[in-house]
Structure formats: structure tokens, C-alpha cells
């Protein structure tokens, strides 16, 4: 299976871009919002299909205006402009970006104002879990030019029609969660005493690139004699040794779209108590499994998996939420969190993170990735192994 995985075809047809549009046309029309435009990468090629690795560099603003009715418009340094004919789009308008005393706020002006003639209304992402991929000086001026316009935050109508994922979108998932999960079998297979947490991520990476990722933007390692006591740093050059255990947790890309799971190792013989932690992390995810169909809610899922975390002796949870949606970014809304009211759809992508503090400064972490389907959920790779694996 490893050496036979097949990846779904690479973009989307124009059908899909041009539900997308009016399916936020459609919520615009009900909230008289006259037009909005985009700054950040996701929602960029979310309605213009504008995949591009120049997002990279921090020189240049790019813009993307949705009218109510119509195409949406390109608003870009003239440097990306021949890459629009990869896509949909055909009103692209430019300028000779670098130029800091004007990097396209004119145009972008120019345009809005150009669409937002029925409501004066301008949407944009202003809420939680977004930002603006501009200078604070150059939003303030756009502000200012649009002094006669309302201005309004659009994050809820965004994430609500990207929550959704469609059959495209899922496939992209799932053949990286493929990919991932072989990773972490070849990893099991290949780790050894002695190995560095950098050495073991760099094979795991190159395996995973092999099979047919794009990228793994996010590969961090941590690792201890007892148990570990952060997942957010790392790999480093620490050495793997007797009594240690070691979590991976990655998120490789295909396409645009991530997974974001993890696996953990137990190097020769290991206290007690982590094997009883994995196993109550394990058990913790079965509930989530079981709790997480379509009209329950993100608060049930969480309550699901903190009630085992609780009842196998979970000091706490320091991460914070136990899941989030997964898509286009690493991270997605919505998180599992205590009374979390989000009501899982089919087409949801989350993943299912239980995380308990088992022992002073030690966590034990273990995440998978799910799709809502219409009867309950899916996993989108290979479970977990349901024992921790012992390296020698």
C-alpha cells in the first residue's frame, strides 16, 4: 500500500470556484454587503484558485475583491498577473509593486468603490482566527478612503462556507493523511536508540515527500525520559535514549490542503505510567469517534473525550482545546472546547486531539483526523497503533 498511493488530480474545476463565489454572494445579498475583498492566501485561492508560492515573501499585498454580482476581481502587483491565466479569474488589474508609497491601496480603492454602489457596505476578515496581510498603515488609509462606506466583518460567513468541505477538497485530505500515517509507519520501522529528534523528523519528512507530498510546513518533535512537557518546539538535536518516549506530530500538504496528526514512541523499557497514559488517550479518541455525528456539537465531543482523560486520572489539558477543523489551513475553526456549541455537519474535516497532563510537567497527546459523515464519522487514515510501539 506504501508504495501505491494514488493522489487525486491537482486543482479544481471551474464549477466549484463559481458555487463558492455565489454561495457567498448569496449570504452578501442577505446582509447587503455590496462587496468584499480578501488580503490572505486561504481565502484567496479559496474563490480564485490563485496557488502561488510567492505568499512566501512578505514584499508584496495582494487583493481580491468578490463583487455582488460577477467574477471577483484581481487586485495584484504586476508580478502575478500572468499567473491569472491559470485560473477563473479574468478582471486581474496591477500595478508595480514594490512601491510603498502607494502598494496598490489606490487600486484597491478604485475597485471597491467601483462595486459598492448599492448598500455602501464593504465586507472584510476582521474577527477571531484571522488577520490583515497588509501594513497597519496602508489598512488605516484604506479606511480613511472609504470614510463614506460601512465596513463590516465577514470571518463568520467565511468559515461557515469553508467549514463545509466538498468531495474534491476531501480526497485532497485524505490522500495526505495517507501519505502521513505510511510516514509514521516507516518511521516506526526505522527509528532506533541513538537516533536525534532532528534525525528522526528529517527521515520522516523525506518519506513523507516521497509518497507524494508537497511540503510539511509543520513537523515538530518533542521528547523525555517520563514523558514530554511541550509539543509546540522543536525537533532539536536531543538524543533518543533508553526510558525516553518521543512524539511527531506533522501536518503534510498536498495541494493546499493539510493533514495534522501525531504518533507516539516508547524507546526500550519505559515507566509504567506512560503506557497507561497512551492507553488512556487511545480510549479518550474512541470516545470522540463515538461522540462526533452529524447534530451533536464540538462541546459533546470534548465532553466525550475529557470524561476518560478524567476518569484514567488527567491532572488537566494545558493545550487548550482537544481539536479544531482542518482544511486549507493547518488549523481551521472550529476548536472542541468545554461547551463549545459549534453543531457538527457532514463535510466537516476536524481533527480529534485528547491531551492529558498524567504527571507533574508530563503530557500525553494523540490526535487523529475525522470526517462528519452522514451517520457519524471517518477516519481519513490508518487508527493509531492501539499499543504505544517500543523501539530497541
Known sequence: MINSLIAPPRGFKQAEFEQRTQNLQQQMARQKIDAVFFTTEPEFRYFSGFKSQFWESPTRPWFLVVP?????????????????????????????????????????????AEVAVQHKCIGAMLGPETHLRMPATNFST??????????????????????IKSPAEIEKIRFVCHVTAAGFEYLRNHLSLGMTEREACKSMHLEMLRLGADACPYLIAASGAGGYDNIIMGPTDRTLNEGDVLIIDTGANFDGYFSDFDRNYAFGQVDSLLHAAYDTVFQSTEAGLKAAEPGRTTGDVWQAMWSVLEKGGALGNEVGRMGHGLGMQLTEWPSNVPNGDVVLQPGMILTLEPGMTFASGKMMIHEENILITDSGCELLHQRAWETMPIIT
Request: aromatic share 8%.
Open 68 to 112: 455582488l454580482k460577477g467574477h471577483p476581481i484581481a487586485v495584484v502587483p504586476e508580478i502575478g498577473v500572468a499567473g491569472f491565466e491559470q485560473t477563473w479569474i479574468d478582471d486581474v488589474r496591477s500595478w508595480p509593486s514594490p512601491r510603498p508609497e502607494d502598494d496598490g491601496i489606490s487600486l484597491l480603492y478604485q475597485t471597491l
Open 142 to 163: 484604506l479606511q480613511n478612503l472609504l470614510v463614506h462606506y460601512d465596513m463590516v466583518d465577514v470571518a463568520k460567513i467565511i468559515r461557515d462556507l469553508r467549514i
